[in-house]
């Protein structure tokens, strides 16, 4: 197993270079420099030539790729110059917004997705079943986005029960008030979010459920007389449910790429925000940086996922 | 029943015919006719798929009666109109109306959502034929650059890109969104090549000497087209939403272009979303009824490429 996960590990190097080498190129390719709008236009061209080259703006461009790595080795991420503020800093304020909302939204997939796949798996081809399979097949087919500006339409503004836009309401102290007002603000787009991501679980768990019930192990258990509440539970379950555990790190992606959808359309203060912000006042610096966090979390969480699921599944190992 | 032959060398006009229309009735029907008859079994299917193709066609041709910059001007007296007051669906907070948006824009995100599917399906298809069929280091190569693509932060990097490229229009957004949504159709081809590669007349065919191409594309891909058309079909579905998301955002159709996602945008605005629904609700429910009735018909799609699960016959 370790030959596996090192294998993997070796595997991320490549990708994270030739991920840095894109984002890299992507921020060269944007109009303006990294000086934008901290120089002042009415200083003398001469002096920014000196500031320029004294920067290394002018060499080659794997000159300056490595600079950059070794600055981002560094924490040297930049400065902000839409916020006058580290851009590591800038991260750290918002990305907090962003993980509240994205643990939560995971709880509530987990919560959701498991009782309801093992239900359906169970009462196969029962109404039930039916149920559960058209709610999947619905959430399947509309667009995230579509859904998210009906709900908050429908439970933010037509019957009012939740607040429709930032991350705590302003007038709001104290430890226990201020976790209220924060989990009052992130129900709504967690609970939406939780509506989409269940589906895979789901699915996944209907037909595992079916599978080990038409096998012949649980056929053998029947026939020795094994009660159907302990084959269930013991054999089942435990089967279906631990290789479920490896769907959370794959699910970092979706919940990170749909993050812009939710926190634009709530107005929610997290990084998915922040990016779009960057994009529209060409905030360069953010906009590099977390395309590469994204990335980076992207293979972190797929890593995490392929080794949960070489622990759970020793089939995959031998592959 | 097999023909009897009659002890004879020729065979007669009618016996011919008769003999081809019983190798007919005996051999397995065309993936076609199997489409063909679960349609016929399943009669909400087929309304999903005539509502599909007459509502194309009627954005299409409706939207050739339309002039765009007319109606994407500002009128004062249509600002806000109520449906069935200034215009029909009613008017935005420019005035314009809603209905000739709707068309136009259906029509702008129907055609580049086809034109994604078209585009990433084929690029898909034959990168997933081509890294299942040659295996080895030929797969583990491609099944590299697939495993890099999927790290990339997608919708950033396609809103990074399209504030950099200049000039962008319909045809440059579809062709940089078809670079990011041929994993899927790669991944499942590829898997189910890999299986179809294994089997005797694969091996018979190479140990005849056929080339690799032709083994590719003239007998893996028809006999994996049933797969392949259930998952353009549902591509097509997801391929909406991908378009109308980005235009949403404001980083889709430029400005002036009206596009569904555009249309939503309204709903932005906390006036909008409460007291002028008439402005995005049109546009959602068309979004959502579009999607379900075209992935309806690839769950259907799905059954016929699934022998055990046909209804038809």
Same mark, same amino acid.
């Given at each position: 197993m370790w030959k596996t996960i090192l294998r993997r590990i070796l595997i991320m190097i490549p990708e994270l270079i030739v991920l840095s080498i894109l984002v890299f190129l992507m921020a060269k390719a944007m109009p303006g420099d990294p000086f934008t709008g901290s120089i002042n236009p009415k200083s003398n061209p001469a002096e920014i030539h000196r500031l320029m080259a004294a920067n290394g703006l002018f060499d080659p461009w794997y000159v300056q790729y490595w600079h950059w790595v070794v600055n981002l080795f560094h924490g040297n991420?930049? !400065?902000? *110059?839409? *916020?006058? !503020?580290p851009v590591v800093d800038l991260i750290k304020q918002r990305g907090m917004n962003t993980l509240w909302l994205a643990v939560f939204t995971m709880i509530l997939t987990y919560a959701i997705g498991l009782p309801l796949g093992i239900y359906a798996g169970k009462n196969e081809g029962k109404w039930s079943d039916t149920l559960i399979r058209i709610y999947t097949y619905v959430t399947m087919s509309i667009p995230f986005f579509v859904v998210l500006v009906i709900g908050i339409w429908i439970f933010g503004y037509a019957l009012g029960w939740f607040p429709t836009s930032g991350s705590i309401s302003p007038s709001v102290s104290g430890f226990g008030p201020s976790l209220l007002s924060r989990l009052g603000h992130i129900i709504l787009p967690g609970l939406l979010g939780a509506l989409f991501g269940t589906v895979n679980i789901i699915q996944y768990l209907r037909s595992q459920v079916i599978d080990s019930k038409h096998s012949a192990f649980v056929k053998t258990e029947v026939a020795k007389g094994v009660p159907s509440k302990a084959i269930y539970r013991h054999h089942i379950f435990r089967n279906s449910v631990l290789p479920i555990a490896a769907f959370a790190g794959y699910s970092i992606t979706g919940l990170l790429g749909g993050s812009i959808f939710t926190e634009m359309i709530f107005s929610y203060p997290g990084m998915g925000q922040l990016f779009l912000n960057a994009v529209n006042f060409r905030d360069y610096t953010v906009i590099t940086t977390l395309v590469l966090l994204y990335g980076f979390l992207n293979l972190l969480g797929t890593l995490i996922s392929d080794i949960v699921l070489s622990i759970v599944d020793p089939r995959i190992r031998i592959e | 029943m097999a023909y009897e032959f009659s002890g004879r060398d020729e065979l007669s006009d009618a016996e011919l015919l008769e003999l081809s229309k019983e190798a007919e009735s005996e051999a397995t029907p065309s993936t076609i006719r199997v489409m063909f008859n679960e349609f016929k079994a399943d009669k909400t299917a087929m309304a999903s798929a005539i509502f599909i193709v007459a509502f194309i066609l009627l954005v299409v041709i409706g939207s050739f009666f339309i002039n765009v910059p007319q109606i994407m001007q500002t009128d004062l007296m249509g600002y806000y109109a109520k449906p069935f007051t200034n215009y029909i669906l009613g008017g935005d907070s420019s005035g314009r109306p809603i209905l000739s948006q709707l068309v136009v824009g259906s029509r702008n995100s129907i055609l580049i959502a086809i034109g994604l599917t078209a585009i990433s399906s084929t690029f898909g298809v034959v990168y997933g034929l081509v890294s299942g069929y040659y295996g080895g280091y030929v797969d583990l190569t491609m099944q590299r650059v697939y495993d890099f693509m999927m790290i990339i932060p997608m919708l950033m990097t396609i809103i990074v890109l399209v504030t950099i490229i200049p000039h962008y229009n319909a045809i440059t957004l579809t062709l940089l969104l078809s670079i990011f949504y041929w994993m899927g159709t790669s991944r499942l081809i590829r898997s189910s090549t890999l299986a179809e590669s294994q089997k005797d007349y694969v091996a018979a065919s190479k140990v005849s000497g056929t080339s690799n191409l032709k083994i590719m594309f003239r007998e893996i891909l028809p006999n994996i087209s049933s797969l392949i058309i259930v998952d353009t079909t549902l591509s097509f579905a997801e391929n909406i939403g991908v378009e109308t998301g980005l235009s949403y955002l404001g980083f889709g159709l430029p400005d002036g272009t009206p596009s569904l996602g555009t249309l939503i945008a309204n709903a932005n605005d906390p006036n909008n979303i409460t007291q002028y629904w008439w402005t995005w609700l049109p546009a959602a429910l068309e979004i959502i009824l579009l999607c379900l009735a075209i992935s309806y018909v690839g769950q259907v799609l799905r059954r016929t490429a699934n022998a055990s699960q046909r209804r038809g016959n």
């Open positions: 991420l930049g !400065m902000s *110059y839409e *916020y006058q !503020m | -």
